[in-house]
């Protein structure tokens, strides 16, 4: 079945023409048909776009003319990036109907690959959450377990990839959306270098965070799309323009001699000790890859989630001011004057934890409490960022747990700070700006996925990727296929 | 227990600022739940960080500066297809200005 292959797999049957791009569409579609009404993964299904790319790519192989190696691969995307002509919600009733007049830049160098889109992935609200319990339409389920969450904020992304409903998704990180959720539904989630890949398109919830990624069967799967929707941007002047290497090609190599550290802050009471476990076994076997192992000291870790959780909302705040009813989304009809017009629509249009954040946020900017709050969450963010250089002065990538347990149950987690806390391990890395990626790393006796995260220096993605291949290629864990009829 | 940190005051004047319009019940769970998490942002106060720089954006970035080019911008009717009421080319709002 075509559906079980990842990116690189399938673009070589499209080069051998053993299959056929709308073959590949035609599979998927069928599989969303039968297996999305329990997994939910999906917001909009586009099987009209979908079968109309296939058989232009279908065209091109034809000819002898594919557009490169994503030419005709089936892809999803997080409902959180416009789709010119197809709605984006971003999981909230304030943008329900909205339809976007142009493409994210990753939507468009995406279509310009040749890839196929089956449709748009279900998410929390405006992409707070970690569970996709805040989507203001309905939960995503977790394919190893349905009566679990999939991770969020980009949970459907990481479920399709799971439940083989698409080849590869996309999905945004603003403090661990990609990995944490690439955890809990065990596959590749990569957070690229903050400036790395544009944000042009990307409904903004923290803009100096924000950032696009690739959720993948394999780490060479990641490496191939990295290069497709990386690069400078005129629509977006924090896309940075930093040569793009050949992620694919970097990839071997391997990891004898490079040097790796294991940060102390990282292994904390009360972390699931099946996570610990899997986690000190994959530092073992990069160890015995060769590879250079030492503890390195993180120390400002334990105040990354107070300063994230006042930045964050603090560019929320600020971000979300633009849903006023009046140019787009929702607008509740009746109001006497424009400020109860705005009021209203805002209190009926986001969710609970869309307006806790923005109430958070709020008070965090507002006179008298700016400096206390908001401007110590900054000061706080240079410390951890300072952290990460002095490690990456002897150290060339960090390994460690992308979360401190596994999937938990729906419904399990209804204290907000309880929520947060399963992001302590990927914020850090966020406020740095720096590449993590999170791959499957073992199960739990229950046969939940766990995920090690690999962490580099800033736009130094291909050594992430590239201790990720070598440890996924030294084990098996990215083979299991959760098992949905 | 410490005496509530935000005041039913604070909490009705930071959802006016936000334009939030929430019913008495809201306003008194937020409060209660924003001084929950402010409670727990207090562990950032406990760091000294006298003479330490803010850090608004990971990567330093200076302008981006491009050619001043006159472009042809998006279609007028694109702009319009999303809007809750319009009139003509223009947006339709509820009265602004009293009279």
């Avoid at chain 1, 996570?275 to 076994?281: I, L, M, Y």
């Avoid at chain 1, 130094?460 to 291949?469: G, I, K, N, P, S």
């Avoid at chain 2, 509530?4 to 929430?22: F, K, N, Y």
């Amino acid at each position: 079945m075509l559906a079980a292959l990842g990116l690189e797999a399938l673009g070589a049957r499209f080069r051998d023409g053993s299959a056929a791009p709308s073959e590949a569409a035609r599979d998927y579609l069928a599989r969303i048909e039968a297996l999305d009404p329990k997994v939910r993964a999906f917001m909009t299904v586009t099987p009209d776009v979908a079968l109309a790319q296939a058989a232009e790519a279908d065209a091109r192989f034809k000819a002898g003319a594919p557009r490169g190696p994503l030419d005709g691969v089936p892809i999803a995307l997080k409902d959180v990036l416009c789709t010119r002509g197809i709605r984006t919600t971003c999981g909230s009733r304030i943008l329900e109907q909205f339809v976007p007049p142009y493409d994210a830049t990753v939507v468009r160098r995406l279509r310009e690959a040749g890839t196929v889109l089956l449709g748009k992935l279900n998410m929390d609200e405006f992409a707070m959450g970690s569970s996709t319990e805040n989507s203001a339409f309905f939960t995503t389920r977790n394919p190893w377990d349905l009566g679990r969450v999939p991770g969020g904020s980009s949970g459907g992304s990481a479920a399709a990839v799971a439940a083989d409903l698409a080849a590869a998704t996309f999905g945004t990180d603003t403090g661990g959306s990609i990995r944490q959720p690439a955890a809990f539904c065990g596959n590749v989630g990569l957070k690229p270098t903050y400036g790395r890949v544009s944000r042009y398109g990307l409904i903004a919830f923290a803009s100096s965070l924000d950032q696009v990624g690739p959720f993948t069967k394999t780490v060479a799967d990641a490496a191939l799309v990295l290069r497709v929707i990386a690069g400078a941007d005129p629509m977006d002047s924090t896309a940075a323009a930093v040569p793009v290497p050949d992620y694919r090609a970097a990839l071997a190599g391997g990891v004898a001699g490079l040097r790796i550290g294991i940060p102390r802050e990282y292994f904390i009471d009360g972390m699931d000790p099946e996570v610990e476990r899997a986690v000190r076994a994959a530092v073992d076997v990069l160890r015995g890859l060769g590879a250079k192992t030492e503890e390195v000291s993180l120390p400002h870790t334990e105040y990354g989630l107070a300063a994230y959780y006042l930045i964050g909302p603090a560019e929320a705040s600020s971000n979300l001011a633009r849903y006023d009813g009046v140019k787009y989304g929702l607008r509740l009809p009746g109001a006497r004057d424009i400020v109860e017009m705005e009021s209203r629509t805002r209190a009926a249009g986001f969710g609970k934890e869309v307006k806790r954040r923005i109430m958070l946020g709020t008070y965090a900017l507002s006179a008298g409490y700016y400096d206390a709050y908001y401007g110590q969450a900054l000061r706080v963010r240079t410390l951890v960022a300072r952290d990460f250089q002095q490690a990456f002065q002897t150290v060339d990538a960090i390994v460690a747990p992308t979360t401190p347990g596994v999937a938990f149950k729906i419904g399990e987690k209804e204290d907000p700070l309880q929520m947060y806390l399963n992001d302590v391990f990927t914020i850090p890395t966020s406020l740095a700006g720096l590449p993590g990626v999170s791959l499957p790393a073992g199960f739990t006796l229950a046969g939940l996925p766990i995920g090690l995260q690999v962490i580099g220096k800033a736009y130094d993605e291909a050594t992430v990727l590239r201790v990720a291949h070598a440890y996924e290629r030294a084990t098996d864990w990215h083979a299991r296929k959760p098992t949905l009829s | 227990m410490a005496a509530p940190r935000i005041s039913p005051e604070d909490v009705r004047h930071v959802a006016r600022l936000a334009r939030l319009a929430l019913s008495d019940d809201e306003l008194e769970r937020m409060r209660a739940e924003m001084s929950a998490i402010l409670d727990y942002m207090d562990k950032l106060r406990s760091l000294d960080t006298k003479g330490v720089e803010p850090t608004s954006h990971s990567i330093p970035l200076r302008n981006v500066m491009r050619e001043d080019e006159p472009a042809p911008s998006s279609a007028l009717d694109d702009m319009l297809a999303n809007a809750p009421d319009r009139d003509g080319d223009t947006f339709r709002v509820p009265r602004i200005i009293e009279e």
